[in-house]
């Protein structure tokens, strides 16, 4: 609770005037939360069925939807407007497609955050090898809308090499995406390394949705 609230106030300071409609925005809008909170889901159900041990159950995925629903209180989404199934996250994409737009400034930023320079040799070649596998997980309307052009084979040629080296590395230990880890994302490594070295006894051993969290630890609510 105490990270997600941190967040909130994070995205708080992020507000002004969009220049291409030339409306207020703000990052703490339960629109645009709702949007980065569905793609964000999405993209970690896509790329654990192309690269990971591939489709859920249907009682798992249904699970899997369920717990998108809870995890959207952790910030100001409504969680009567969270898809809640594959078929209702294609219909909000459907929804919102409309109403995109991107800015030059927003295509070079995804297109650095795919193609990462001015880190090291370490981080910009380990970003240009991952990129193919990024973008073969993207819709083709995104791709168009993001510029970024990979030939189908690239798409199909990476799956089965990106599959068996995260085979490789997702070892029972976890040493392997630990040290996966530590190539690419220093930083995500850390905060890897002290989630697994948490110990501490949580506050309750029953599980709370974070509304009631709030009520009975005296959280605040997260604000717009």
């Known amino acids: 609770m105490g990270a997600s609230e941190h967040l909130t106030d994070v995205h708080a300071k992020a507000t002004g005037i969009e220049p291409v409609a030339g409306r207020r925005y703000a990052a703490n809008n339960p629109a645009s939360q709702l949007w980065i909170h569905v793609t964000g889901w999405h993209s970690v159900l896509k790329c654990y069925e192309m690269y990971g041990p591939g489709p859920l159950s249907a009682s798992e995925e249904a699970r899997y939807w369920r717990d998108c629903v809870v995890a959207a209180e952790l910030q100001t989404c409504d969680p009567a407007a969270v898809p809640t199934s594959r078929d209702e996250v294609r219909q909000y994409f459907a929804h919102v497609r409309p109403s995109l737009c991107l800015t030059e400034r927003g295509r070079r930023a995804m297109h650095y955050l795919l193609r990462t320079d001015g880190h090291g040799p370490r981080v910009r070649i380990g970003s240009s090898l991952l990129a193919p596998a990024t973008i073969a997980t993207l819709p083709a309307w995104m791709r168009e809308m993001g ?13 089965l090499p990106v599959r068996a080296t995260m085979g490789a590395f997702a070892l029972r230990n976890g040493q392997g995406t630990a040290a996966f880890t530590r190539l690419l994302a220093p930083h995500t490594a850390d905060i890897l390394r002290r989630h697994r070295a948490q110990g501490a006894e949580p506050a309750g051993l029953d599980t709370v949705t974070p509304a009631a969290a709030r009520q009975r630890y005296g959280r605040r609510t997260a604000a717009v």
């Open 147 to 159: 510029g970024f052009e990979q030939w189908g084979v690239i798409d199909r040629g990476y799956r």
